[in-house]
């Protein structure tokens, strides 16, 4: 894909899933990429497996890559990580805000600790690892792009992940904001709205057949979506190929965001 040969990308929460995929596929086109993960005691195992499979697939590429452990968060990780990214890497061309998490209750029974959890990591998180690369992009005095992960559901309202829908509504009108603010500096700000995909994350429903079932029955292409295929449109959207597109969110939802139940007509006519 044009444009991304020798870049030097940083995709936050690329340990796993759809961020996974993303880093491999910039490596895949020659970009050079930092991995930013988080790992916490309990999940310690297991994320850096993740961590040194994306590594070892991104080495297959012969492309330059760092690990840049830090909380989205956190304002001094975030700082911290970009810095880290810039020393090893050379600059930063691009930036996916990847990282994000959810909690489903209820919202009678969701408490404000986990609320502001959620908006923490999906919104503050995205706005600081922005700023930051927005920083690093006007004293480059190239331009750059940002490439946020939000969801279906900065449209579609998802009951009981309220934090969740939210830290997502809020993520479409960050993105507009920033790619109306720094257009005249050559800085393009999209993001992808994916659908059901197929992570790690989503194994309660995806090794599930009844699960799966009801998940794909309300998808008009009648199936959840992949993380590689979310990595192609991001990587699209970083290119030359889309010079011209800013403040966009383009939906990779297999039709979801179509209203899958307006198939049929069901009025009284």
């Known amino acids: 894909m044009r444009g991304l040969e020798g870049k030097n990308v940083l995709v936050t929460g690329g340990s796993s899933g759809i961020g996974q995929a993303i880093a491999v596929r910039f490596a895949e086109y020659g970009a050079n990429v930092a991995i930013n993960y988080l790992t916490t005691p309990d999940e310690a195992a297991e994320t850096e497996r993740q961590v040194q499979d994306c590594i070892r697939r991104l080495r297959e590429q012969d492309v330059k890559d760092v690990l840049v452990r830090g909380d989205v968060s956190k304002e001094e990780d975030v700082i911290r990580m970009v ?12 930036l996916v ?4 998490i959810q909690i489903s209750k209820p919202t009678y029974q969701l408490s404000q600790a986990d609320f502001e959890k959620v908006l923490g990591v999906n919104l503050r998180g995205a706005f600081l690892c922005a700023r930051e690369a927005i920083k690093r992009f006007m004293d480059a005095s190239r331009g750059g792009v940002i ?5 279906v559901h900065e449209e579609i309202p998802k009951p009981d992940y309220l934090g969740y829908s939210v830290s997502k509504g809020g993520m479409r ?4 904001t920033l790619a109306l603010e720094y257009a005249g500096q050559n800085i393009r700000v999209n993001a992808i709205g994916p659908g059901a995909t197929i992570t790690p994350i989503n194994r309660a429903w995806v090794d599930d057949p009844v699960k ?9 292409l009648g199936r959840p979506g992949t993380a590689d295929e979310m990595a192609g449109v991001t990587c699209f959207l970083a290119s030359d190929d889309a010079a011209y597109i800013t403040g966009q969110t383009i939906f990779i939802d297999g039709g979801l965001t179509l209203f899958a139940d307006f198939r049929m007509p069901w009025s009284s006519e």
């Open 212 to 220: 799966a079932q009801m998940v794909s029955s309300h998808i008009p």
């Open 97 to 100: 805000n990847n990282a994000g």
């Open 173 to 176: 009108n960050l993105t507009r």
């Open 83 to 94: 810095e880290q990214t810039v020393s090893e890497l050379g600059s930063i061309d691009i």
């Open 147 to 151: 490439v946020n992960v939000s969801s």
